[in-house]
């Protein structure tokens, strides 16, 4: 079973590195098979919620939406989703 330092962490003040934290478990009798440790999310990528969305005028299937991402202004992003709509929030790769 996988579980997440930061989930434990809600529920228990630890102190400890998560090596450590592993070996404290495996003394306590739980089996620790590995630590993964993800990938910090890139700085260029935003949260956006979506202002508006039309048609594409030139394709059936594609949406032309205009996105807020904390600019001055907000981006026009070409979208393929179909479930897209105003008020939706979004991951903007800038």
Do not use: F
């Not at 330092?5 to 450590?20: C, F, G």
């Not at 003394?27 to 590995?34: C, K, R, Y």
Request: overall charge negative; some cysteine; proline content about 5%.
């Amino acid at each position: 079973m996988k579980t997440s330092v930061n989930w434990l962490k809600s529920y228990v003040d630890m102190p400890w590195t998560t090596a450590e934290l592993a070996g404290r478990l495996t003394l306590a009798g739980l089996e620790v098979e590995g630590i993964e440790t993800l990938g910090a999310v890139p700085e260029t990528v935003v949260v956006g919620q979506i202002l508006s969305r039309e048609a594409h005028p030139n394709a059936d299937r594609l949406s032309v939406c205009r996105v807020e991402v904390g600019a001055s202004e907000p981006l026009q992003v070409v979208c393929g989703a179909p479930n897209c709509d105003a008020g939706l929030k979004v991951a903007c790769a800038l």
